[in-house]
């Protein structure tokens, strides 16, 4: 039987281990000097930088510490950046952050925007992948595309990419290879070229999320009369913004606070009316499982 001398110290060491482990444990975190923000390419992301001055300031504001905006090139671009730990923070499409998080489990969702209702989109946390043509073309209704050629955004995209194979082509019966129903089907490089390519001609018809399609009106480049949708979609969560999990927790409350809290900044109006947005909300990973269901059924139609 241990004295109580002996009980004494043993216990005095167990404090000390456990202090070290904490301690271990804050260390673990991650504190950068500088955080570098990142989007995934849209339209916005190629006008002038200057709508995102009120969020990057506030970020700056509320962390206390400098921010770098990371321009990418992809969407690929983007989850390179944040799994290899050099973007903290980040906006992806809804399959970018489910591929992103198959990759690193240390990224995490906390918010999302709330669109305003618009000329294709809808208001709320949601969107719709809409396949348009040429309001003038000759193509009335879904059989009129066959052996026609239609345009996806990017291979990582929800509603460019993901929802045309995995929705779209189980209505049609093809399901993830479109290229039996079309007779071409072409990537395009981002929701805006999609709808400007159907536009000129250069496409048949493109697979765009409506408020993407949204910003291509809004910034003048088309109108909506030029368009007819023929195919929507169910709702989709919106571009989850992520941030990764090993920061250390006072840096992600800031960050929370900083997005969550935006719109009550009078000088923040020309930010949400540049992305047609009202407020960000707050989102969880859970959200997103129904892109993880299309996920999960695009890699088993390939594993046949």
Known sequence: MKSLKQLSIALLG???LSTIAAAALAQDCKDPGQLVFSIIPTEE????????QPLLKALKEKTGKSVEFFMPTSYASVI????NGWVHVGVHGPNSYVLAREKDPTLEVFATYTKAKGHFQEEGPG???VLVVKADSKFENLDSLKGTVTGLADPASTSGNLMPRMVFGDEIGTGPELEKY????????G???SALAVKEGRVD????ATHRLDNVIDRGLAAEADYRVLWQSGIIPQDPMVYRSDLCEPIKQAIREAFLTLHENPEAKSFFEGINSTKFVAMQDSDYDIIRKLVAAEKAAEGQ
């Not at 992301?45 to 995102?52: H, R």
């Not at 390179?80 to 799994?83: A, L, N, P, T």
């Open 205 to 208: 018809s493109a697979f765009v």
């Open 191 to 193: 929701h805006d070229q």
């Open 182 to 189: 079309f007779s071409k089907v072409v990537y395009t490089g």
């Open 14 to 16: 167990a404090s000390v």
């Open 45 to 52: 992301t190629t006008q002038e930088l200057d709508i995102y």
């Open 127 to 129: 969107y719709r992948a």
């Open 80 to 83: 390179e950046g944040m799994v």
